[in-house]
């Protein structure tokens, strides 16, 4: 799924760059922050919490 910088997150994890592969994490119901190389476009989300 993919997501963009300034939407909530639907769920509590990292997010990667779409770009560049940088890796964000947020959680569910806060906003993601840009990349931190300035991109704004997020391909996947992993490492959700209790999924080990
Ligand atoms: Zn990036």
């Given at each position: 799924m993919?997501?963009?910088?300034?939407?909530?997150?639907?769920?509590?994890?990292?997010?990667?760059?779409?770009?560049?592969g940088?890796?964000v994490?947020?959680?569910e119901?806060?906003?993601i922050?840009?990349?931190?190389?300035?991109h704004?476009?997020?391909?996947?989300?992993?490492?959700?919490?209790?999924?080990?």
């Open positions: 993919a997501a963009q910088a300034g939407e909530k997150a639907q769920k509590t994890g990292v997010f990667h760059c779409a770009k560049c940088e890796k994490s947020v959680k119901g806060h906003k922050p840009k990349c931190p190389n300035g704004t476009e997020f391909g996947s989300r992993t490492d959700e919490p209790g999924n080990r």
